[in-house]
């Protein structure tokens, strides 16, 4: 398929070496990995050898620590609900501001059951206030989730220096690191990271898969009780196609490891600095110097970013927004909310998310095209005068809301 | 990504009239809280006759935001004002072959533009009336603001009452949690807790209709599609009604007209609009509801 896909932070193409992986357990292949006879038995070896491929990506101590689950939403949801199920006395949750829906919506739901739920704050660059995270570490809190990088800016949280003030303090530490895995090195054997989740097709491996780490020794609370599948820990039979998948993904991604961090980061930082250079009133956000190596966030302020995606659509150009719009919600983005980007901005943020798949021809043609979809939708903004926003554009436009 | 029609996507990537107007003499700079969308909406009246002589328009927003702008300009233009401020948000939705339900609200910022915008021309101050709320219900549009000023009113605790009242979880039902979460915060506010198994009020807003009279606009409303249906060589006959359920049959060049879910589904939108409940319309051949009961 032509087209230039540069929302990798969304999903992935599935590797086609992945695929041909897979492709067998389809159909000979077909055994459950519980059966006696060798129909399930070679499955169960193929489901080991992926559990292994996994935790060599993750650096986890032993592949037991590996627990696959359907998504990285289940992952999630296993790891808090667990944490507080296996802790009842502790009543408490701290996470923060710009986390995904997986988390926050599921914590807006826990604070219902009677729960409370620190939301840490971010700045104008998206980072965290560590006095603030250490003055809420009591003996109340049961876990902190704080994701590993921030899916709409890339921007990390210092995740391994907050799982040791957690653990310090005796609460359990989870990490939603989707974006991360698979594009930072990981050594989870050396931090105090109790639990992490994984979202397979985020990594060229399908969706429908995710793993939940669970370090040795951390207390746990199946989500789904059952059948003795990932040693009774989420019961169901296993997704084996998927599972060999993303095994095999994880190995590809230890291989492109290097050159996610220094091919894929200069493609990205060559579109950005070429973006700005040619569009006036734009900006990048989150935080430029600690960030995931495949993601830049530009606001284009005084225009909206749902009409700037269909118009980059027209170019054959995927990317997304943090627009209300594009979500179908009443608000912009709650992670650009959070870092207090203006409206006018931050309904005009664009995501140019990369991939080892990403070439400099794709990186020259979206720098060329961009500037006069801006131009363009510029001119039928109420905040735009001529060659640049109207003086003092908020007063210029002030219109009654409703 | 959204279902736009293909007039929504080519009124965005050809919006007409927009860009400032020169000598205009009526401007309307209204937004909408749900989306951050805004606009302004731009007039040049000729004050002898009010006639619309020209439309422009500048917009801070998502495609369909423009689309409906656009498409308003064309609409009102050559229009007096008192004809222009006869459009609403259904006519500016229909003119584009209809917008999503999320983005309806789009429609309705085009209309309160352009009452701002005559306002604005008439030396008048506009204030707008309504208040916009969370989308809950996407089969039929409906939104949290709505649902909740309706439990005030009307002192209602169940479900059903709400989808009585307002159609909101009348469809597919996914909804019906945050409904009952809305529920349970208002009630709240009236010291009462919401409880799952309550009965829904006894009298539904069928305006406290009989049997009969329900049916009779049953029929008004199949009487007034009929015309429509008998010059495409077809017709529509009521058989019963039962409950929420109507049982129609369909005729002549109707019946098995590759066009008839859409049809029914048309007629079945106009039965919950005048009726003012969730009702389904259910296609049956003559003759076979007195059969089917046999089986029963």
């Known amino acids: 398929m032509s087209g230039i896909y540069f929302d990798n932070n969304a999903t992935t193409r599935v590797d086609p070496a992945v695929v041909e992986a897979m492709l067998p357990y389809f159909t000979e292949q077909f055994g459950n990995p519980s059966s006696m006879h060798s129909f399930g038995n070679k499955v169960g070896l193929a489901i080991k050898k992926a559990r292994m491929q996994v935790q060599e990506l993750l650096g986890a101590e032993h592949d037991s620590e590996i627990i696959f689950t359907s998504c990285g939403t289940e992952s999630d949801s296993t790891a ?107 050594n989870l054997k050396d931090t105090k990271i109790d639990m992490l989740s994984v979202s397979g097709h985020k990594l060229h491996a399908p969706k429908g898969i995710g793993v939940l780490y669970l370090k040795r020794g951390t207390r746990f609370r199946p989500l789904l009780r059952g059948g003795h599948q990932e040693r009774g820990r989420r019961a169901g039979t296993e997704n084996t196609t998927s599972i060999v ?155 009654t809301y409703a | 990504m959204w279902d736009y029609s293909d007039k929504v996507k080519e009124h965005f990537f050809q919006p007409r009239n927009a860009g400032p107007l020169d000598g205009a003499n009526g401007v309307g700079d209204v937004g909408s809280i749900s989306c951050g969308d805004a606009l302004r909406l731009m007039l040049k009246v000729e004050p002898e006759t009010d006639v619309i002589l020209d439309a422009h328009f500048q917009t801070f927003g998502c495609g369909s935001a423009i689309a409906s702008s656009s498409a308003l300009t064309e609409m009102i233009k050559g229009k007096t004002l008192d004809e222009a401020l006869k459009v609403s948000n259904q006519d500016i939705a229909d003119y584009l072959d209809g917008l999503p339900p999320e983005k309806m609200h789009c429609s309705v910022m085009g209309r309160e533009a352009l009452q701002a915008a005559v306002a604005n021309y008439r030396g008048e101050v506009w204030s707008d009336d309504h208040e916009e709320g969370a989308l809950v219900c996407k089969c039929f549009a409906i939104d949290a603001v709505m649902i909740e000023d309706t439990i005030r009113a009307n002192n209602l605790c169940s479900v059903q009452d709400v989808t009585n009242y307002t159609k909101a979880g009348g469809g597919c039902s996914s909804c019906h949690e945050g ?57 529509i006959e009521l058989l019963d009604v039962d409950g929420k359920t109507i049982y129609v049959s369909m005729t002549g060049a109707c019946a098995g007209c590759q066009m008839e879910a859409l049809t029914l589904q048309g007629i079945q939108q106009k039965l919950m609009e005048e009726l003012k409940e969730f009702i389904k319309i259910v296609p049956t051949k003559a003759g076979a509801l007195s059969r089917a009961s046999c089986h029963v």
């Open chain 1, 80 to 186: 808090l609900i667990s944490a507080l199920k296996a802790q009842p006395d502790r009543k408490e949750i701290i996470t923060t501001t710009v986390e995904h829906p997986a988390i926050l919506t599921l914590c807006t739901h826990l604070e219902k059951e009677g729960y409370k739920v620190h939301l840490l704050k971010v700045d104008g660059k998206g980072r965290l206030d560590m006095d603030e995270y250490k003055k809420l570490l009591t003996d109340q809190v049961a876990v902190v989730s704080v994701m590993w990088a921030n899916n709409e800016t890339g921007t990390f949280f210092p995740v391994i220096e907050m799982a040791e003030l957690a653990n310090a303090a005796g609460a359990m530490f989870h990490t939603d690191a989707v974006q991360a895995v698979g594009k930072v090195p990981l």
């Open chain 1, 245 to 399: 998948g993303l095994g095999k993904a994880a190995e590809m991604a230890m291989e492109a490891m290097h050159h996610e961090n220094t091919e894929v980061a200069r493609l990205r930082d060559k579109l950005e600095a070429g973006i700005l250079a040619k569009v006036p009133r734009s900006f990048v956000t989150g935080n430029p110097e600690n960030r995931l190596p495949n993601t830049s966030n530009i606001a284009f302020e005084f225009i909206e970013g749902e009409a700037i995606l269909l118009l980059l659509n027209k170019f054959g150009i995927a990317a997304s927004s943090g627009s209300a719009c594009t979500s179908g919600s009443l608000e912009p983005s709650h992670v650009m909310r959070a870092m207090g980007i203006p409206y006018t901005a931050a309904h005009g943020t664009v995501r140019f998310s990369l991939s080892r798949y990403s070439t400099e021809a794709e990186v020259d043609r979206v720098i060329a095209v961009v500037p006069e979809i801006i131009a363009q939708l510029r001119k039928l903004s109420p905040y735009w005068d001529g060659d640049g926003p109207a003086a003092e554009p908020e007063k210029a436009f002030a219109p």
């Open chain 2, 179 to 235: 409904i009952e979460e809305i529920l349970a915060q208002v009630m709240a506010e009236r010291g009462e807790s919401f409880n799952p198994g309550a009965q829904p009020k006894e009298e539904a807003p069928k305006g406290g209709m009989t049997n009969l009279q329900r049916i009779k606009k049953i029929e008004a409303v199949l009487e007034s599609v009929r015309p429509q249906l008998k010059r495409d060589g077809g017709d």
